[in-house]
């Protein structure tokens, strides 16, 4: 007799970073955080979800002209986010390529050992970084004005005010 079959085939489990496991087809797209057996939370982010889930449409337009991409996606984006947050934090990233599979709604799958929101501080700090290098290059007087700007710039109280903006408690948060 056959066996029932879960559509897509099969799906090797991803070993997350506090050591248990998860099947990757049990991940929802709306999905952004997930409850884990080891009783902590951890953010859920696939390359369907855009950057502006992170930061503004603006800010992603900005990033997008000015940031040059040497691989296999078109433009500036979701998945470079997670790659900078990869080199700063290897071991707190688990990763699952899905690109074989056209079953589960995305190609790749991040989870990451921080919950969503610490997950969102830290891209916006790499983000800020990111800028604080290409001012750098830029004249002194721009450099000075983006510092003494970022004096003022409160990580914490920026990813509150933009979570609530977008209405993350919603799976059909929109961008602002």
Do not use: K, N
């Not at 248990?20 to 999905?31: A, C, H, K, Q, Y």
């Not at 984006?77 to 997670?82: F, K, Q, R, S, V």
């Not at 970022?150 to 948060?173: G, I, K, N, P």
């Amino acid at each position: 007799m056959a066996e029932p079959r879960v559509p897509g085939g099969e799906a090797e489990d991803l070993e997350l970073p506090c050591g248990e496991t998860v099947d990757p087809r049990s991940i929802d797209l709306g999905m952004r955080e997930y409850s884990c057996d080891c009783g902590e939370r951890h953010a859920v982010v696939t390359d369907v979800h855009p950057p502006s889930r992170f930061v503004p449409e603006s800010l992603v337009a900005v990033l997008r002209e000015t940031i040059e991409t040497d691989d296999d996606f078109e433009e500036f984006g979701t998945a470079h986010l997670l790659g900078v947050v990869m080199e700063e934090f290897p071991e707190e990233v688990a990763v699952y390529d899905a690109s074989e599979s056209g079953s589960l709604g995305y190609s790749v799958l991040w989870m990451t050992g921080f919950d969503a929101r610490r997950l969102h501080e830290i891209v916006v700090e790499l983000v800020v970084e990111l800028m604080e290098h290409a001012i750098s290059h830029a004249d002194e007087g721009a450099a000075s004005e983006f510092e003494s700007q970022m004096l003022e710039f409160d990580v914490s109280e920026f990813v509150d005010q933009y979570r609530e903006a977008r209405e993350f408690e919603s799976e059909h948060d929109r961008p602002v």
